[in-house]
């Protein structure tokens, strides 16, 4: 089991850009280098949705229609730590946005990973 915290989280203007970090631990984790990550966010009143996912060594990236060229993931193992750089923020992308991991390959299905953060707010104004 891995504990996951995100952080970076703000108030930003549209167009504007913020970057979330995810800092894992844990006393019975694997390496963090073993895990696939991914960020997913919920607005409120909808359904939690992937966002991007990053495979455990950080060649393979995958995105969200919406987000796709102006999100990206990334990873520092060395670090144990995740990113996710948010430019061109416009006011849908606000919503609180989550970590989460799991052993095995990238997926985009919330219901796969098994260990989540606790959620940072992003807040985009127009």
């Not at 970057?19 to 960020?39: D, H, P």
């Not at 299905?109 to 989540?116: A, E, K, Q």
């Amino acid at each position: 089991q891995v504990q996951l915290v995100e952080s970076g989280g703000g108030l930003a203007q549209a167009g504007g850009s913020l970057r979330l970090s995810c800092a894992a631990s844990g006393r019975t984790f694997a390496a963090f280098s073993s895990y696939a990550m991914g960020w997913f966010r919920q607005a409120p009143g909808k359904e939690r949705e992937f966002v991007a996912t990053i495979s455990n060594g950080g060649s393979l990236t995958h995105y969200t229609d919406s987000v796709k060229g102006r999100f990206t993931i990334s990873r520092d193992n060395a670090k144990n730590t995740m990113f996710l750089q948010m430019n061109s923020l416009e006011p849908e992308d606000t919503a609180a946005y989550y970590c989460a991991a799991r052993l095995g390959g990238t997926v985009i299905d919330s219901n796969l990973y098994t260990d989540w953060g606790q959620g940072t707010q992003v807040t985009v104004s127009s």
